[in-house]
């Protein structure tokens, strides 16, 4: 996989159709290919500070870095991006560089996330400044330099394949590929170990899951799995390390 470091760089490769996206409670996407919302109903971007954030030990782990690479299994609307990005202008250190590379099958287009993430005005400036760099026919490998200190890039098509051919050196991986009853191949002992061997020692994982077979896949992988209070009267989510 190429690295691209331009706006809207695509590569040629060709990407599944979109299914159709069904909107509930006005501005609430729900999958009706998965059978699932693509965030809590309460607050997805509160449930991304507790679960994927903090599971991951951030902002904290920023400190003293200057680079730091996170991965996502599903994009989406992008919700964990902009609230990531959010804290990372608030706490990342001077001069670091945040890179954000996000694996999705089903790239929305811009008009579906700006929909989806209007409901948040706490990240305004992100949703503005991802919407209006977000290319028309998102496909490929999508590369975009959002701020001197921030680069997404969202390697459209199955994670397995985009995670396999990603370099290694993940700092922290946001595992959020809806529930794994409804969609196994995004938790799946290939992907899983995949995940791992992608990952910088010490480097983490969280996820608001807490499937015993999730749990059993990631500990099979090698990671070092806890479980913690999930957010929002969810009894567990999971997180863990690679060891250093
Ligand atoms: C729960 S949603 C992700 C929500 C997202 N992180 C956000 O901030 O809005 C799950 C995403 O995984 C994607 N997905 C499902 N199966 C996939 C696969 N095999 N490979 C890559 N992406 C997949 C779906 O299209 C969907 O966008």
């Known amino acids: 996989m190429t690295d691209p470091v331009s706006n809207r760089t695509q590569t040629p490769d060709t990407n599944a159709a979109s299914p159709k996206l069904e909107w509930r409670d006005g501005d609430m996407p729900y999958s009706t290919a998965f059978g699932d919302h693509f965030y809590c ?3 997805g971007r509160l449930e991304c500070g507790h679960v994927f954030l903090a599971g991951n030990g951030l902002p904290a782990r920023w400190a003293g870095q200057e680079r730091f690479l ?66 028309q026919d998102p496909r490929g490998v999508v590369s975009l330099a959002l701020d001197a200190r921030t680069r997404l890039t969202v390697v459209c098509g199955p994670a397995i394949d985009g995670v396999s051919q990603a370099a290694a050196g993940f700092d922290a991986w946001y595992l959020d590929g809806f529930a794994p009853s409804r969609n196994a191949d995004m938790w799946s002992p290939d992907l899983m170990q995949r995940l791992y061997d992608k990952t910088a020692p010490g480097g983490s994982f969280a996820t608001y899951a807490a499937a015993g077979f999730v749990r059993r896949n990631l500990q099979a992988a090698g990671f070092t799995v806890e479980r913690r209070k999930g957010f929002a009267g969810k009894r567990e989510m999971l997180c863990g390390i690679r060891q250093a």
Not at 76 to 89: A, I, M, P, Y
Not at 120 to 129: L, V
């Open 41 to 43: 109903q309460t607050d």
């Open 70 to 135: 996170i991965g996502e299994l599903g994009f989406g609307t992008g919700l964990n991006f902009c609230e990531t990005w959010r804290q990372w202008r608030q706490h990342g250190e001077a001069g670091a560089q945040l890179h954000f590379m996000s694996f999705e099958l089903y790239p929305m287009q811009a008009e579906e996330i700006d929909r989806a993430l209007s409901r948040w005005p706490e990240i305004d400036a992100e949703r503005r400044a991802l919407v209006a760099a977000w290319p």
